[in-house]
């Protein structure tokens, strides 16, 4: 079984994605933190998926 909370942070990334190609430098700053984070997040629930 999938971890229902990896599949939304999926969609999350792929929605942050397209807002930061299209993106000023200024708010590109700011998706690229968000997309940290999201990446983090993905990497904690991994962990717990076995």
Same mark, same amino acid.
């Given at each position: 079984?999938?971890?229902?909370?990896?599949?939304?942070?999926? &969609? #999350?990334?792929?929605? +942050?994605?397209?807002?930061?190609? $299209?993106? /000023?430098?200024?708010? @590109?700053? &700011? #998706?690229?933190?968000? +997309?940290?984070?999201?990446?983090? $997040?993905? /990497?904690?629930?991994? @962990?717990?998926?076995?």
């Amino acid at each position: 079984l999938r971890n229902p909370y990896t599949d939304v942070l999926n &969609l #999350l990334q792929v929605e +942050l994605l397209k807002r930061w190609q $299209g993106a /000023a430098k200024g708010d @590109q700053d &700011l #998706l690229r933190h968000a +997309l940290f984070l999201s990446i983090n $997040g993905v /990497a904690a629930a991994m @962990q717990s998926t076995g």
